[in-house]
């Protein structure tokens, strides 16, 4: 079975600072991994994919994320963080041979980026 | 990229009733997706909704309480019957774009149960 795992319900960073949002996954075979976020009463927005390639993807807004395929780790990371980064952020997974298959969602990690 | 439309926006029902939520995507899809949103929660599958076929359930949810209609490739109803305070959420229709594997998102129902 398909899982995701964000281990921090929140994460707290100073506005100019790095961030990082960490996630991990459990799939039978390889994956596909995507950040959403999700600002208040607003719909999912997409942000970044790992599907093939690069490990290294970039996204929209600055937002990057690092696919480590021996820790089974997707983090996403941006240099320098905003406060209107702030928002609840979302890792979801789907394998790879199951390519029509809905996204399976991580519980969510809240960013808080303190002016 | 698939642009996606639902009804209502947000609902305020009384425990024992019925709403029906209408998903419409701008392009032809396969398969459709519904998803809930408890308060302060992760997004949780409902059920896949493919054209022609009985929409597919996944653990916990069965079709006498969330039955589903798939009419055509741009259409779907999620009915939400013989409602209680717990079914209080946002429900999000989805679709997936076979070229990029990108799943889009509608910008979801909020429904309110008193």
């Known amino acids: 079975a398909q899982s995701v795992a964000q281990p921090e319900d929140q994460v707290n960073v100073a506005e100019g600072n790095p961030l990082t949002v960490k996630c991990t996954y459990s799939v039978s075979g390889n994956p596909y991994l995507f950040w959403y976020v999700q600002y208040p009463n607003r719909g999912l927005q997409f942000l970044l994919k790992?599907?093939?390639?690069?490990?290294l993807v970039k996204g929209s807004y600055g937002f990057e994320a690092e696919f480590n395929k021996s820790q089974t780790s997707f983090h996403l990371k941006k240099p320098s963080a905003l406060v209107s980064d702030s928002a609840l952020y979302f890792c979801a997974v789907r394998d790879i041979g199951q390519a029509g298959t809905a996204l399976i969602f991580g519980k969510g990690t809240t960013l808080s980026v303190s002016s | 990229s698939a642009v996606i439309s639902q009804k209502p926006s947000r609902d305020i029902c009384q425990r024992g009733t019925s709403l029906t939520i209408q998903c419409q995507v701008d392009?032809?899809?396969?398969?459709m997706f519904w998803y809930r949103q408890q308060p302060g929660q992760s997004l949780t599958l409902i059920a896949t909704?493919?054209?022609?076929?009985?929409?597919?359930?996944e653990s916990g949810f069965v079709i006498d309480k969330f039955p589903i209609s798939r009419p055509n490739l741009t259409f779907s109803t999620l009915t939400v019957s013989n409602m209680s305070p717990e079914d209080s959420s946002i429900y999000l229709c989805?679709?997936?774009?076979?070229?990029?594997?990108?799943?889009?998102f509608g910008p979801g129902t909020r429904l309110t149960v008193t």
């Open positions: 989805s679709v997936v774009a076979w070229e990029s594997y990108e799943q889009y």
């Open positions: 790992y599907i093939t390639g690069d490990n």
């Open positions: 392009s032809q899809v396969t398969m």
């Open positions: 909704a493919n054209q022609g076929s009985e929409a597919t359930y």
